[in-house]
Structures are given as structure tokens and as C-alpha cells.
């Protein structure tokens, strides 16, 4: 399959700590949940290829501690991504209100002013939610980015919202390219589907 690949895609994965981004990479990457996963120290990282409307892609997955003392690998581990990942927990209000100071950082530190935002509403396994669906599509609504809710627990959504991310990054054009071995560019503009979006995600 690696001669296949269309092109490599560098994705971030963001968000205050504990709100499950090292278990969503885990589902991910690997179909595994650990309840007793340990908070990430400083940066860990995942390939996976994937599939996305017959287009092979090559996933390099970053997902950074949200601690403040690890904030000095922000410049480097933000540069040349395409999409983001920004995480929330649905039973902790707190880490939806500090959504705004991670798309601000986003913004300050991404190399590629049309890089794809995703908002994930992580957790819907629990019982007690503090952060309605509604709420959280009103706020992708208010800053135009994809959104989606999972959990990385019962896997819910989990590969959804990697492949709407990537096909969103694949139909935009400029955002990523790949110079195949016979030199003939391939770009976004030629993909079947230009929605970007499906009952899932909002970019209204």
C-alpha cells in the first residue's frame, strides 16, 4: 500500500489535559483503550494510513501534553501541519470555555493560514454531560470549524472525525500536494466530493 500513497498529512491533536487525547490517538492508531492511560509528558506521536474516497494518505499524528510547562515545544510541533484536532471534554464545561485560547494559539503558531480546525466533544460515554450537543456546534458554527462528538472508550465517532478531517484537507486546494514518481502534481481540486462535510460537521 505505501507505493499508493497520495500524500502525508501532518495532523494535531490539542486541547486541555485529560480531556482524552492520548486515548483518542490510541483508538485510533491502534483500536485500544487503557482506562488507566497516563497524562502525556511532552509530545508523543502516530503514523496510520487511511483511506478516505479511495485516496491513500499517510497520517503523522502529534498529540502534545496540555500542561503549561510543556508550552515551549508549541513552535515547532504547530509548523507545516494541515489539520487540527481540538478536544474538549463533555463533562467538564471548563475545557470547552478554553477552546478560544487554543484556536488563538492555532492561529499564532500555524505555518498554513487554511489549515483545517475540527472541534471534538470527547467523553459522550458519560453520564453527566456540562456541554450540550448544541452548544457545541454553535461554537464550530461561530468559528467555522468542522465538529464532531466521540468516545474513546466505546470508539464512537473516532475514525469519523479523522477521515471528515482529512477529506475536508484533501478538497482544499493549496493546503497539501504530492509530486508522484512519473512528476505530474496532484492537488485537492480533482476530488469527487466537495462538501466537506456530513451530518457530523458544520463549516456554515
Keep these: 500500500m505505501e507505493e499508493n500513497i497520495l500524500t502525508t498529512l501532518k495532523i494535531l491533536i490539542i486541547g486541555e489535559s485529560g480531556v482524552g487525547k492520548s486515548s483518542l490517538l490510541l483508538r485510533f492508531t491502534q483500536d485500544n483503550f487503557d482506562p488507566e492511560q497516563t497524562l502525556t509528558i511532552g509530545v508523543d506521536f502516530k503514523t496510520k494510513i487511511l483511506n478516505v474516497d479511495d485516496n491513500i494518505v499517510k497520517l503523522a499524528i502529534w498529540d502534545t501534553a496540555g500542561q503549561e510547562r510543556f508550552r515551549t515545544l508549541?513552535?515547532?510541533?504547530?509548523?507545516?501541519?494541515?489539520?487540527?484536532?481540538?478536544?474538549?471534554?463533555?463533562?467538564?464545561?471548563?475545557?470547552?470555555?478554553?477552546?478560544?485560547?487554543?484556536?488563538?494559539?492555532?492561529?499564532?503558531?500555524?505555518?498554513k493560514n487554511n489549515i483545517i480546525k475540527m472541534i471534538v466533544g470527547n467523553k459522550i460515554d458519560v453520564q453527566h454531560r456540562e456541554v450540550s450537543r448544541e452548544e457545541g456546534f454553535a461554537f464550530a458554527r461561530r468559528y467555522q470549524t468542522l465538529y464532531i462528538e466521540t468516545s474513546a472508550k466505546t470508539k464512537d465517532g473516532v475514525q469519523s472525525a479523522f477521515e471528515e478531517l482529512v477529506r475536508k484537507i484533501i478538497q482544499t486546494p493549496g493546503l497539501w500536494d504530492s509530486f508522484q514518481n512519473d512528476n505530474i502534481h496532484v492537488g485537492g481540486n480533482d476530488?469527487?466530493?466537495?462538501?466537506g462535510c456530513t451530518s457530523y460537521c458544520t463549516l456554515t
Design 191 to 195: 476530488q469527487r466530493n466537495k462538501s
Design 74 to 111: 508549541t513552535p515547532s510541533y504547530y509548523r507545516d501541519a494541515q489539520g487540527a484536532i481540538l478536544v474538549f471534554d463533555v463533562s467538564n464545561y471548563s475545557t470547552f470555555t478554553r477552546l478560544g485560547n487554543w484556536l488563538d494559539e492555532l492561529d499564532i503558531y500555524s505555518t
